[in-house]
């Protein structure tokens, strides 16, 4: 299977503690892209990289989120202290910026439940 | 403030007729749109995308037709099938902008045998 891959997919934890989620994108992809939806909602963007680098944070992504791409393959999302309000799915995505394709291709997503 | 918009919430077809899935934005700076099918614990699923400089695109069952003066795009599945019931969300972005997807809150479509 050559498409994202999250892990894991499933995390429950109790509120103040950390949560760390992996990402792994297709693999000639050279951007990834974090989101979060909650339910009811459609996907909110919270994060992307261009192969290493974090070109952008959304606002949404407080001080206690912290993502990385340390040799722009995979990806990992780290919560620190988590709250209850975090408890939703997050989506990883990849997409690979050349000759006007933009679609991005999403993971299976981790669904985060804080207790 | 809500920039992309899918006011209806739920849709049930037949089989064998056609869905139409709507979707409404308020940012014309948006340059590309697309559309997404999600089935329950699986992320979304990629179906079919149209830059602006288009309107409309054709995947087999699968049409989407933009009306940038209206900031109105739809998604037509002809014919619709058990299979397609799934929830829906359109996306737009602005790809010289990072390509940030903005989504709607989704439709649910589900397609009676």
């Known amino acids: 299977d050559t498409g994202v891959s999250q892990d894991p997919r499933h995390k429950i934890t109790k509120r103040g503690q950390n949560v760390t989620f992996r990402c792994d994108p297709i693999s000639e992809h050279n951007r990834l892209y974090w989101y979060r939806q909650t339910l009811g909602q459609g996907p909110e963007f919270l994060t992307y990289f261009q192969n290493e680098a974090q070109l952008e944070k959304s606002r949404l992504l407080s001080d206690r989120f912290s993502a990385e791409r340390p040799k722009g393959s995979f990806s990992t999302l780290e919560i620190q202290r988590t709250e209850q309000g975090d408890s939703a799915m997050y989506l990883c995505?990849?997409?690979?910026?050349?000759?006007?394709?933009?679609?991005?291709?999403f993971g299976p997503g981790t669904r985060l439940t804080v207790l | 403030d809500q920039q992309v918009k899918q006011n209806s919430p739920s849709l049930s077809v037949q089989e064998g007729r056609i869905s139409i899935l709507n979707c409404d934005y308020t940012?014309?700076?948006?340059?590309?749109f697309l559309w997404y099918k999600k089935y329950p614990a699986e992320g979304p699923t990629f179906l079919i995308s149209i830059s602006s400089i288009k309107d409309k695109n054709e995947d087999g069952r699968f049409t989407v037709f933009l009306n940038k003066s209206a900031k109105h795009l739809s998604l037509h599945i002809v014919p619709s099938q058990p299979g397609d019931s799934a929830v829906y969300f359109c996306a737009a972005s602005r790809v010289q902008y990072g390509n940030k997807l903005v989504f709607g809150a989704g439709t649910i479509l589900r397609v009676k045998s």
């Open positions: 940012n014309s700076m948006f340059d590309y």
């Open positions: 995505a990849s997409s690979l910026v050349a000759g006007g394709l933009w679609e991005q291709f």
